[in-house]
């Protein structure tokens, strides 16, 4: 069965930094993509960033020039480095990896079809 564990959330004040960490088990194989989305409440779920198994990366804007998306060398982890960070950022972190499907928005969440819990990231003015 394939679950995907977030880690790395919390409270941080504004300017702060956080990394968070998504562990992936349970693969036949790897995912084509993996991605960061976030949820404020009474909010739709955004794209914040996803990386190809190629390598490639996407950004959504709210976040360009601040967040680093990154893979494990095992392609079944992924980390979110935020920096700067704002009181806008405030949500709920979701890994999601694309199994054995492919789509040309990776920042679209009908692009997954595995999603992990979450983590709170909470940030303080």
């Known amino acids: 069965q394939v679950q995907l564990r977030e880690s790395g959330g919390g409270e941080v004040q504004a300017g702060g930094s956080l990394r968070l960490s998504c562990a992936g088990s349970?693969?036949?194989?790897?995912?084509?993509?993996m991605a960061w989305f976030r949820q404020a409440p009474g909010a739709e779920r955004e794209g914040v960033a996803a990386?190809?198994?190629?390598?490639?990366?996407w950004y959504g804007d709210s976040v360009k020039g601040r967040a680093t998306i990154s893979q494990g060398h095992d392609k079944k982890t992924v980390y979110l480095q935020m920096n700067s960070l704002k009181p806008e950022d405030t949500g709920m972190y979701y890994c999601a990896a694309a199994l054995g499907i492919a789509s040309p928005y990776p920042l679209h969440p009908s692009s997954y079809n595995r999603w992990g819990q979450g983590t709170q990231v909470t940030v303080s003015s």
């Open positions: 990386v190809s198994v190629d390598g490639g990366t």
């Open positions: 349970g693969y036949t194989y790897n995912p084509n993509q």
